[in-house]
């Protein structure tokens, strides 16, 4: 009903729902030609690497504390992209203030990391199962903290809804509001969580996503939780950002 699944939710549903609408003549989605002017995601020119300083953590670095490919994490199975995650260039927000609810990628978010590694975890076997991607950024001069204070904004400014801007496909979020935080929170420098609502590409089912970002010293931990269907999953899986938690923080010590 809602597609394959792409990279991941209702993101994946979002583009296979486009490609099937569009074969059969419907509207509602978004293309990135450049007569329509939303192709700019692809053409931005991507901002330079900051060098790692101290307190930045490098990609070795920020790969020794993620998790494994094969890694358990509660009741599901970490693995690694064979291709680019989901929050790459692919993604913007429309209006620009809501960048950061749809991605904190440094190319689209003005805030590029020094690193970045991302993980997946899943049930490989169920389709239509819970998908969480990891993914963690280590920033140079204060950009961690930079990072969750334009989180933060986006949180508060675009909660009536914004547009997320793809390649081949157009989201429209309807409301974006915030979620409990999980019981470790309180161990972070910071830490915020949002449920979002989705529509389909033709305006008429609700599908839930889930977002929570911890930071610690220049290190962001973000966690976007979705399925593929109407199903609310109630927020991202604490037992996967414990997981993730613990092991970032034993490599910290």
């Known amino acids: 009903m809602f597609g394959v699944r792409g990279a991941g939710g209702g993101r994946g549903a979002v583009a296979a729902g486009c490609v099937v609408a569009a074969l059969v003549g419907l509207t509602g989605c978004g293309g990135g030609g450049d007569d329509d002017g939303k192709g700019e995601a692809g053409k931005r020119p991507a901002p330079s690497r900051p060098a790692a300083s101290s307190g930045a953590l490098t990609e070795a670095?920020?790969?020794?504390?993620a998790f494994r490919d094969g890694e358990r994490a509660g009741d599901l199975t970490a693995?690694?992209?064979?291709?680019?995650?989901?929050l790459g260039?692919?993604?913007?927000?429309?209006?620009?203030?809501?960048q950061p609810l749809v991605s904190l990628a440094g190319d689209v978010s003005g805030l590029p990391p020094v690193a970045q590694v991302q993980r997946k975890a899943d049930k490989p076997e169920e389709m239509l199962g819970v998908t969480v991607d990891v993914t963690l950024r280590?920033?140079?001069g204060g950009g961690a903290a930079k990072a969750m204070k334009a989180l933060d904004q986006a949180g508060r400014e675009c909660a009536g809804g914004f547009t997320e801007e793809r390649a081949v496909a157009r989201a429209r979020?309807?409301?974006?509001?915030?979620?409990a935080l999980p019981g470790f929170a309180d161990e972070a420098d910071e830490a915020k969580a949002y449920?979002?609502?989705v529509l389909d590409v033709k305006g008429k089912l609700k599908l839930y996503?889930?977002?929570?970002?911890l930071r610690s010293g220049s290190t962001t931990l973000a966690f976007r939780g979705e399925i593929l269907g109407t199903q609310d999953i109630g927020g991202v899986p604490e037992d996967v950002m414990a997981a993730q938690?613990?092991?970032?923080?034993?490599?910290?010590?």
Do not use: M
């Open 209 to 213: 996503e889930y977002l929570t970002v």
């Open 173 to 179: 979020y309807e409301k974006a509001e915030p979620a």
């Open 79 to 86: 693995s690694e992209y064979a291709l680019d995650g989901p």
């Open 245 to 253: 938690w613990r092991k970032f923080r034993a490599g910290q010590a």
């Open 89 to 98: 260039d692919a993604y913007t927000a429309a209006p620009a203030v809501c």
């Open 138 to 140: 280590s920033y140079a």
């Open 195 to 197: 449920r979002f609502t």
């Open 61 to 65: 670095q920020l790969t020794a504390v």
